[in-house]
């Protein structure tokens, strides 16, 4: 251990980095208005890093003392051979990582979920910002809810610790915030709200539908009780226990309050280049 830590990555400010977002594609089969334009052009494959060399990749960063890996996309789960991937990096544990991951829209979780158990896989965090079919339509311009309910069903039923991801839209689903909350906790999930961020191609203003989750906090404080918590992911994330439910709310806020300087990870895109 001596000898990782001495090879450890720190950047330009001190920050030791032990925490790597790796992306594995750029497609996904859902065009959520925040996140891409609905007639998307995505990088041709002979472009995109091979799994060989993804998990040559991940392999490095842990010698290098990184002890976090979440596969990420667009959506990680449409890479072919992505379940092969995961069996890989599930066998650096035996190097020093300690935690495998993935962000997902859990559409084909079904297919994949008891696989990433057993490679290993503790977590995955399931994007979802309203419980309203129609309206959950309308924000991935053509997704199917109760396809992402039943990954979410898949992977708790692996075994899987499932945790909400939910990106709070001003006159979207600003209303459903408490509802969310309580589904989450009868289900026994976290849940985290995520302010709209500027990245990726779209259409319109982010502006338009930006909400500081200082209000969604307030929203949520008129039904349930929220005590300020130590837990951490390795993320953004800033927790609260939910006295009602037992569960927790987290609280990812890149606008309205930077987290930039306590920021202990890189952004590895498909293509290998740090995003």
Excluded at 162 to 191: H, T, Y
Excluded at 216 to 236: D, K, N, Q, V, Y
Aim: with cysteine; hydrophobic share 40%; charged share 25%.
């Amino acid at each position: 251990m001596a000898a990782a830590a001495s090879s450890s990555l720190v950047d330009a400010h001190g920050r030791r980095i032990d925490y790597v977002r790796m992306s594995v594609t750029d497609r996904c089969n859902f065009r959520c208005t925040y996140c891409m334009a609905e007639d998307m052009t995505f990088l041709p494959r002979r472009d995109l890093l091979t799994l060989e060399e993804l998990a040559a990749l991940a392999r490095h960063l842990v010698q290098r003392g990184i002890r976090r890996i979440r596969l990420t996309g667009g959506e990680p789960l449409v890479r072919r051979g992505i379940g092969e991937l995961a069996e890989e990096l599930g066998g650096l544990r035996a190097e020093g990582l300690a935690e495998l991951t993935m962000t997902t829209n859990g559409t084909a979780l079904p297919r994949f979920a008891s696989q990433l158990a057993t490679a290993g896989m503790r977590r995955v965090n399931v994007s979802l910002d309203t419980l309203d079919a129609g309206k959950f339509a309308a924000i991935t311009r053509g997704g199917d809810l109760a396809q992402v309910l039943a990954g979410i069903s898949a992977a708790q039923d692996a075994g899987l610790e499932v945790k909400i991801n939910m990106v709070a839209l001003k006159g979207v689903n600003d209303a459903e915030f408490a509802d969310m909350l309580a589904w989450c906790g009868a289900r026994g999930c976290d849940l985290s709200l995520i302010e709209t961020m500027p990245l990726g191609e779209v259409s319109g203003l982010r502006s338009d539908t930006y909400l500081p989750l200082t209000a969604a906090r307030e929203m949520l404080e008129t039904r349930f009780t929220l005590i300020p918590s130590t837990h951490r992911t390795g993320g953004p994330s800033r927790y609260c226990d939910v006295a009602e439910t037992g569960t927790r709310v987290g609280f990812i806020t890149p606008l309205s309050a930077n987290f930039c300087a306590s920021c202990n990870r890189i952004r590895i895109a498909a293509t290998d280049l740090l995003d």
